[in-house]
């Protein structure tokens, strides 16, 4: 490996690991933002309309 | 955790070190980091805001998003691009599925006793049905067949029975479970060394310097027929490069050793297209998934920091595990020569395994990681069906048991294509090219233009900051309207003429085309003429089947109409 490689690589793992770090630490600390973030939920509207 | 559980799948531990290694590793983690900031997470955000102001306007599906936001009469057929996209790649995506429920369970029960890369090679062959077309469809334990079986009853049971909060719950505790489990699994890699002692270049370090070195060095040798270069192998590490100058210098001239800069390897647009291609596949970017999810949002929900935490949840799982696990033991365990050749969802199916193989308790940790995997898949494959059950709500104005009973007839066939043509696994990989790859590009690029121009970025982020806890830097407004859009359509313009008409950049020249496009219209391959694929043409047949069908249904849909007048649908 050289150290360009060792470079991206650091650059790389250490970028996206703070990123995730960040988001995080942001939406436990500000407040009612828990029930604000979604993402692929999967309980939609439709399903209460014809299940 | 829900948010994070749903952002990771199989893109993260399979697709992306498949993809790195098959373009070389340290330039297309470069071509990727760069498309993750310029087009990832810009049109990750446009999507979120266009499906939120859809659902406000009562449209689920993206055809009807389309026609709701450009109230144009052909913005629908736009729109059901983002209905093939899912549907088509869950089609061959439950046969991966299938593949990782099998050997969590062969680990757990005790029928897996890998020694060699030989036999992982094997097991993955039969598993996958590469030995003969209709392989996979063999009635044994060892074959894909009854895994498959299970995998898509159960995806469909639990979203017919509408039982899919459950496997939400699942994944709260799954998730961090196998983030644990990658961390352990990461960790036996890093200490695998060579595991090799005959083969003492087959080792991690080299591993990770394939994957993260930004330069690669080569052998060539000049064919004397054509004139081209043919890569004969290549190298990593001082010890590897040492020898092949002895090697080059002993061949009389007829080999010579070539350093490749990152410059050079970046000047490949099918590097770039698969790079961005990753970021959209792994991240549901242009994928027809996230813009259906966000329209059942309300104004006060933030799709700001929704968008950046489930894309950062994602880049982690694939950056700092997916790319520090499968390609280094890959390296160590297939050597470099093989590493790119094992197909792009292979690499961990033929590596992981032995990487269990050779740690204590390696049935329970091997079964639990692929199982962890399996649920991982779960809850993607699940979400890629919830775009054709919400297009067909819509379109056919039908309840969901119908739309879901129509999708699943639908997606049977469609599967039980992609399980029969498994030789050389032709029918995934064309389907994962022209539609994971392709379509989801020609979607992304769509998606960014209709919100940066036909929106303008005024109106685009002022939807997005609705509810937002934090605002998208400014920068991205210039990066939505300008450098997003004209990248991917740059991109997109380098990879027809070089695929498709076979240009040449570095000479200027017209040679081969890809393989993707000779498998369905012939051409040469090192100058030899190369015969057509039945399996591929097949493939992209069934591609404009499905998009026929969709396009149909788009076209006699009352509440589209509704939409391209301006008007929401809930009054008709």
């Known amino acids: ?51 | 955790m829900a948010v994070a559980g749903s952002a990771v799948g199989l893109g993260n531990f399979l697709r992306f070190p498949g993809l790195a290694a098959q373009y070389g590793g340290g330039a297309f983690m470069l071509a990727y980091a760069i498309s993750f900031l310029i087009i990832g997470l810009p049109i990750g955000w446009a999507e979120w805001a266009m499906g939120r102001y859809a659902g406000s306007r009562g449209y689920n599906s993206c055809p009807g998003a389309f026609a709701a936001i450009l109230n144009k009469r052909w913005a629908k057929y736009i729109g059901i691009i983002g209905v093939i996209v899912p549907v088509v790649i869950y089609m061959y995506y439950v046969f991966i599925e299938s593949w990782c429920l099998g050997y969590a369970v062969k680990f757990w029960t005790g029928g897996i006793h890998l020694t060699s890369t030989e036999e992982t090679v094997a097991m993955f062959k039969v598993m996958s049905g590469q030995i003969a077309d209709g392989s996979a469809l063999t009635p044994s334990w060892n074959a894909a067949l009854p895994w498959l079986m299970i995998v898509f009853v159960f995806n469909f049971w639990l979203i017919y029975r509408g039982l899919s909060g459950g496997i939400e719950k699942m994944c709260n505790y799954g998730m961090p479970l196998l983030i644990v489990l990658a961390l352990v699994v990461l960790a036996r890699v890093m200490t695998l060394g060579a595991p090799d002692p005959a083969k003492p270049h087959d080792n991690v370090v080299n591993g990770l310097g394939y994957m993260w070195n930004p330069s690669k060095v080569q052998i060539e040798r000049t064919q004397p027929a054509t004139g081209e270069n043919k890569v004969v192998e290549e190298l990593v590490g001082a010890a590897a490069i040492a020898t092949a100058e002895q090697k080059v210098a002993a061949s009389g001239g007829t080999l010579k050793l070539v350093t490749i800069t990152p410059w050079e390897q970046l000047k490949n647009p099918l590097l770039w297209m698969a790079a961005a291609a990753q970021i959209f596949f792994s991240l549901s970017v242009g994928f027809g998934v996230i813009i259906v999810y966000a329209s059942y949002l309300q104004k006060k929900d933030d799709v700001v920091l929704s968008g950046l935490t489930a894309s950062s949840a994602n880049e982690f799982c694939e950056v700092a595990l997916g790319g520090l696990i499968t390609v280094p033991a890959a390296v160590a365990f297939l050597g470099l020569a093989s590493v790119a050749g094992q197909g792009t969802f292979g690499l961990g199916f033929t590596v992981l395994p032995l990487v269990f193989a050779k740690m204590p308790f390696g049935a329970f940790f091997g079964g639990a990681f692929f199982f962890m995997l399996f649920l991982a898949a779960i809850t993607s494959s699940i979400s890629m069906l919830q775009p054709g059950i919400a297009f067909l709500e819509e379109a056919m104005n039908v309840g969901r048991k119908v739309s879901v009973t129509i999708l699943s007839l639908l997606t049977t066939l469609g599967t039980g294509f992609v399980v029969y043509f498994t030789r050389e696994l032709k029918a995934l990989d064309t389907l994962d090219f022209w539609v994971g790859t392709f379509l989801i590009f020609i979607l992304a690029t769509i998606q960014i233009i209709v919100f940066g121009w036909h929106w303008g970025i005024e109106r685009g982020l002022k939807e997005a900051h609705q509810g937002a806890s934090i605002r998208i830097p400014a920068i991205f407004g210039v990066i939505m309207k300008w450098i997003c859009p004209l990248f991917l359509l740059v991109i997109f313009g380098l990879t027809v003429l070089t695929s498709v008409f076979g240009f040449d950049l570095s000479t200027f020249t017209f040679g081969s085309a890809s393989s993707y496009v000779v498998d369905l219209i012939g051409g040469t391959k090192d100058g030899k003429p190369v015969a057509t694929n039945q399996a591929a043409q097949l493939s992209v047949a069934l591609v404009i089947i499905v998009a026929l069908f969709f396009g149909l249904l788009s076209a006699r849909s009352k509440a589209y109409q509704r939409a391209e007048q301006g008007l929401p649908k809930n009054d008709a």
């Open chain 1, 1 to 51: 490996m050289t150290t360009s490689g060792l470079i991206v690589m650091l650059l790389s793992v250490g970028t996206v690991t703070v990123l995730f770090g960040w988001c995080i630490w942001k939406v436990l600390t500000t407040p009612q933002e828990t029930d604000k973030v979604h993402g692929v939920e999967f309980h939609t509207p439709d399903m209460d309309k014809d299940s």
